[in-house]
Every structure is written in C-alpha cells, then in structure tokens.
C-alpha cells in the first residue's frame, strides 16, 4: 500500500462545482503539503500545514482551503472551481526538521489530475 | 529566494554514467541543495541531499563544487527506469521546496 495516497485519481468536473481532493498517510509525519503542477512546469506550493493545528498559505493560495482533519489527513477544496484550475495536484509528508541539519526530505503521491470544463 | 539553473534535457545511453549540471551562484551559507526526481505519472521522489561535502546514497551521487555556486548529481549507470525530470533545488531550514523547470533525463536503450 501506498504511503501517501490521494483520492481521487481523476476527476472531470464543470466551473463553479466545489471539489475536494483528498490526502491520507501511514508514515506517521507531522508536516503535509499540497502543491499543484501545470503542463511542463515544476510544482508550486499553495498550502501546508506543519501539524493538525497549523495551516499555512504557499506560493498560489487564491482559489484553495484546506482542512487538517487529524494528523493523517490533509484536504484540499476549491470552493467554486475554474478552468484555469485545471492541473495535477499532489499531496507530500514529510517529518519535521529535528534541526538545521536534518532537512527531511519531502514523500510525494502519486497526484489528482483535475479537468474543470 | 536563491535560484538555480539546470539544462532542460539531456540524453544518455543505457549502462553509462551520467552527470547531470546544476548551477546556484547565489547560493546562501545555509542553502542546502536538494535533488528530486519525477518519473512520467508520478509524484516527485527524493534523491540525495548536501550542504558542502559530496554525497552518496544508493540512488546517486552528488559533487559539490568548493565555492558551492554548482553541483552535479551523478547517476553511476543509468537504466531506462532512470528516465524523468530531475530538479536541483535548494532549501534553507523551515524553508520550502521551491521547484523549477527541471532537467528531461531521456535513456537510450
């Protein structure tokens, strides 16, 4: 089973529908992100939270909420869905930084692609 | 935020080495360089990770140039399971990740 998993792997929705991606973990971290992807472009952060009590905005925030559900669950809405929205989105976890040396490194899945029409 | 700069593409043959560049002049003290991989369908992997010294792990190798403004992350023998997006990034602590465009690893068999 996957570590982190994301549902739902594809999704076709039309603008203005409110959608929610979903991401769950086994590993056990305390820091979870969303970030999403455009065609031939890197990933760009539009939220993460560090632990269930703390939620913060990324790069591309605008458009997005996010709920942490419990420390194994991060949700991403789009309360009314655009077409520019459409992209693949990816969930990460990673541990918390034990020190400035430590830098964990981040653990992707295997991301929703959404289509808004 | 410091960045980097990387070839969009490279090719490489099956079983050879292949060393993949990456330049970050204005790299801070604290920046540490990160690499990632993203092979097609799928979610960004790690890689290896370094500050000063060369690195090594069982996926890669990583040289750091002494003035650290380059690094180059060495794949000792590629396999076609090699092919994917490879992206240098640097971090600095409570920082995020902040991808670029990445450098295209095409394998020929």
């Known amino acids: 089973d996957a570590d982190v998993t994301q549902t739902p792997r594809n999704r076709i929705t039309k603008t203005g529908k409110r959608i929610m991606l979903e991401c769950s973990q086994t590993?056990?971290?305390?820091?979870m992100y969303w970030y999403r992807q455009d065609p031939g472009l890197g990933l760009r952060l539009i939220y993460y939270s560090f632990d269930v009590k703390d939620i913060n905005k990324g790069e591309i925030s605008d458009g997005y909420s996010v709920s942490r559900q419990a420390q194994a669950k991060f949700s991403l809405s789009l309360e009314s869905a655009i077409p520019n929205q459409t992209a693949l989105y990816f969930c990460a976890t990673s541990d918390s930084d034990r020190d400035d040396r430590s830098m964990e490194p981040q653990h992707f899945g295997d991301g929703t692609r959404l289509s808004i029409l | 935020d410091a960045k980097t700069t990387q070839p969009n593409s490279m090719e490489s043959n099956e079983e050879e080495p292949v060393h993949l560049p990456c330049n970050h002049s204005t790299i801070s003290g604290t920046d540490y360089i990160h690499w990632y991989r993203q092979l097609p369908s799928q979610g960004p992997e790690y890689v290896i990770h370094?500050?000063?010294s060369n690195v090594n792990n069982r996926m890669a190798s990583l040289a750091i140039a002494e003035d650290r403004k380059s690094s180059t992350l060495i794949l000792h023998r590629a396999t076609l399971r090699d092919a994917a997006v490879y992206y240098c990034?640097?971090?600095?602590?409570?920082?995020?990740?902040?991808f670029g465009g990445g450098t295209r690893l095409m394998v020929k068999p």
């Open positions: 990034i640097l971090r600095n602590a409570g920082n995020m990740l902040t």
């Open positions: 590993k056990g971290h305390d820091r």
């Open positions: 370094g500050l000063t």
